[in-house]
């Protein structure tokens, strides 16, 4: 490693061209080097559920060489839904390593935006609606990425929270929300994890672009955070040299390949010489990149080599979306499937069939392998098992609606104005008038399968044509039809098990009551389908519960009912801290199904709830959790907490800790958590900093945000 002063010493042998060159991207993925001095190029690539496939250099054209097929890794929501620090780190060892692996230096991952809307067509990217549990998960897979060499890039900052107007939409959010929903994730990352990397986003944050904007990036991340990594924009995201250059940016990436044109490339090379900018604030920036090139070992011959598509990892693949998976219902029993009582089996729904990792935007993923859920079950089934699969809806998108747009993998690009150009082949008349046709030929076939199957399993959901990037959901509905499908196959077989894939909350309501056996799955990952097979034959027990609240519908959303959703081009985050559980609960709306929810095949008993105060305004509490069922599995434990007497607006609680927990059959376990003066504080707009009330708080043991199990009360000084 160099020290400090030899990074200097070699600043001060660069040209102005040589630091120009290192600020801004002079391919779509990469800097330039500067061979002279043997600093070699900037290479980044997206992230954040696996590294994505190589395009040319100056288009965004596929490679289309075989060399980049890689890991598809669970998505952000899936990783959150397991509630498992361990197996965040794990996964981001493999994504650290497979970066490394593809030679890449910058991964453009994690995703930790929270979600304020369920329709925000990016939430699979991100860890749901809670900043504890988004930052918990966060520290660990940041850490998990950089064992390996390579540094993270943690994006969107901040309040990229939906894809309407993504571009420019300005965001009027009250300091305190900041601070205390929207900043918390990030901040961790930083301070705990020690990312190297940070994104801007494309939105404003009142009036000003969030990739230049001097509040958020030099007074938060830098002088407050003491963030000494790299500020790079998100492809696109710079509006001016001015801004770029005085207010914290260090490296300027686009989506078109006029790179001198770049607004830290030849207009800032031009404005320095005509001496606008000192060339201080400039070798700042090249030692922000020169100090992370540094510690990644790229200017010393000792980096760590990386690998992709290891056999082992796929264990730890698999094992992430196993407990990514959230079992909803379980009302008679049916699940877990014993696979010697049934014969025949119908799987309806094109989602057991469809590849998911191509899709998404700027996340799609070159697999090497997708297992899909019918692959899954057949796999797990082998043979012994007559599997009928009928698509049951008609779905003619193809999973991604930038390959829609006709400008084939020029995604980018095209993302400027791609979410007014969903399908330009097919009207959306046509489209629906195909559908329902389609649809009805479909549901024939189907409710005469059903008739005569032994067990049926429904495996429906979302696509990427709806958890997508460049456009927001229109509404909460499931698309092509599927309540109508749902519910008819219900009224024929009740003991239908519905399995949903999605990647943010579906309205249910259409056919809740009637299900007795609802699944969740995400987009988990290439063992993904192997995953949920074993979930619904017994194989494993489920584990996971929800990172976000599932609405009963789209207008119970806080973000819609006291804020604005999505705004025109402002938007107001009227509904301030009470975002996700914060509101549902506060406000007591029902809901489909809370926050922290999630059932398993055996029971667990939360007991003995005890707090106690360590030092001034830290507590330790200790409790004990249970396995009185018949089977293994694991549970997680939420600690919240909760102001009784509070002078200003507070949620009624907070998540403030959790444990996840696995217990064999009888099996108790003692468990302790250390609440810090943080689980306490809220951010007081006039002091400008954390502060805590003294008075009485409740700790809560929760198996949900709507179930709590135990409450003691501790007096806070
Ligand atoms: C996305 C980023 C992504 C970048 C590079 C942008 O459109 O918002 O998340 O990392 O493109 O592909």
Redo the contacts with the bound molecule.
């Keep these: 490693m160099k020290t400090r002063e030899q990074l200097e010493d070699l600043i001060s042998q660069m040209t102005l061209q040589e630091k120009i060159d290192m600020v801004h991207g002079n391919e779509l993925f990469a800097t330039k080097a500067v061979e002279r001095l043997g600093i070699p190029a900037f290479r980044s690539s997206?992230?954040p559920r696996g590294v994505r496939k190589e395009f040319e250099k100056d288009a965004w054209k596929d490679i289309g060489l075989t060399f980049d097929y890689t890991s598809y890794l669970p998505c952000n929501t899936a990783l959150a839904a397991t509630w498992n620090r361990e197996l965040a780190r794990s996964t981001g060892q493999i994504l650290g390593k497979e970066a490394r692996g593809r030679g890449k230096d910058m991964i453009?991952a994690p995703?930790i935006n929270i979600m304020r809307t369920p329709l925000c067509g990016r939430s699979f990217e991100y860890m749901g609606e809670d900043p504890y549990l988004a930052g918990e998960l966060a520290v660990e897979l940041v850490q998990g990425i950089e064992e390996n060499d390579v540094s993270s890039c943690l994006?969107?900052f901040a309040v990229n929270n939906q894809e309407t107007r993504r571009l420019d939409v300005d965001v009027e959010v009250s300091e305190r929300a900041l601070r205390e929903i929207y900043f918390p994730a990030f901040e961790a990352a930083i301070k705990k994890g020690k990312a190297k990397g940070v994104?801007g986003a494309?939105n404003k944050l009142r009036g000003i672009h969030c990739c230049h904007n001097d509040y958020l990036l030099k007074q938060v991340l830098r002088d407050e955070w003491g963030f000494e990594g790299i500020l790079v924009s998100?492809?696109?995201g710079v509006h001016s040299t001015k801004e770029a250059m005085e207010n914290g940016l260090d490296m300027e990436?686009s989506?078109t390949s006029d790179f001198d044109e770049y607004y830290m490339a030849q207009p800032l090379k031009e404005a320095m010489e005509k001496g606008e900018y000192p060339m201080a604030l400039l070798d700042e920036k090249i030692m922000h990149i020169l100090t992370v090139m540094n510690q990644l070992h790229m200017l010393d011959g000792e980096r760590k080599a990386g690998s992709y598509n290891d056999i082992e990892d796929k264990q730890a693949l698999r094992r992430t979306a196993e407990e990514s998976i959230v079992l909803l219902k379980n009302d008679d029993g049916i699940l877990p499937l014993d696979a010697k009582k049934i014969k025949k089996l119908l799987v309806v729904g094109e989602n057991a069939n469809r590849r998911q990792a191509p899709g998404g935007?700027?996340a799609e993923i070159k697999a090497l392998y997708e297992i899909t859920p019918f692959l899954g079950l057949n796999m797990l089934l082998g043979g012994n098992t007559e599997i009928t699969y009928l698509p049951g809806y008609y779905n003619m998108d193809v999973g991604n609606i930038w390959a829609n747009t006709g400008v084939g993998d020029n995604g980018?690009a095209d993302?400027i104005d791609a979410a007014a150009t969903p399908n330009k082949k097919t009207t959306p008349e046509e489209k629906k008038a195909l559908e329902e046709k389609m649809n009805a030929q479909y549901l024939v076939e189907v409710l005469e399968a059903a008739k005569t199957a032994d067990a049926v399993i429904y495996i429906g959901g979302l696509t990427h044509d709806y958890d997508t990037?460049g456009q927001d959901r229109a509404d909460m509905k499931l698309p092509y039809g599927q309540d109508k499908l749902i519910s008819e196959l219900l009224a024929v077989r009740p003991d239908t098990v519905v399995a949903l894939l999605v990647g943010s909350p579906v309205d249910m309501t259409a056919w809740l009551d009637k299900a007795s056996t609802i699944c969740l799955h995400w987009y988990a990952g290439m063992e993904g389908g192997y995953a949920l097979a074993e979930a619904l034959f017994g194989k494993i027990n489920p584990s996971g519960h929800l990172p976000e609240t599932f609405p009963l519908h789209e207008e119970d959303c806080p973000a819609v009912v006291l804020g604005e959703y999505p705004g025109g081009d402002k938007v107001h985050y009227g509904e301030d801290i009470f975002v996700g559980y914060r509101y549902y609960d506060t406000y007591e709306v029902k809901t489909a199904f809370p926050f922290g929810y999630g059932l398993s095949y055996t029971d667990f008993v939360m007991s003995g709830l005890e707090a106690e105060r360590t030092t001034s305004n830290g507590v330790k509490v200790i409790f004990h959790i249970s396995n009185v069922g018949d089977r293994a599995g694991a549970d997680v434990a939420q600690i919240y907490v909760s102001d009784k007497f509070p002078k200003v607006k507070k949620a009624i609680k907070e998540l403030k800790a959790f444990e996840k927990v696995y217990l064999e059959v009888g099996e108790t376990k003692e468990i302790t958590v250390e609440l810090d003066e943080k689980a306490f504080a809220y951010y007081d707009e006039e002091q400008k900093c954390f502060r805590v009330e003294p008075g009485t708080y409740s700790i809560l043991l929760a198996k949900s945000a709507e179930e709590v199990v135990d409450v003691v009360d501790i007096e806070i000084m």
Excluded: I
Aim: proline share 0%; charged share 20%; no cysteine.
């Design positions: 997206d992230g453009l995703g994006k969107h994104m494309y998100d492809w696109g990436m989506v935007g700027s980018l993302s990037e």
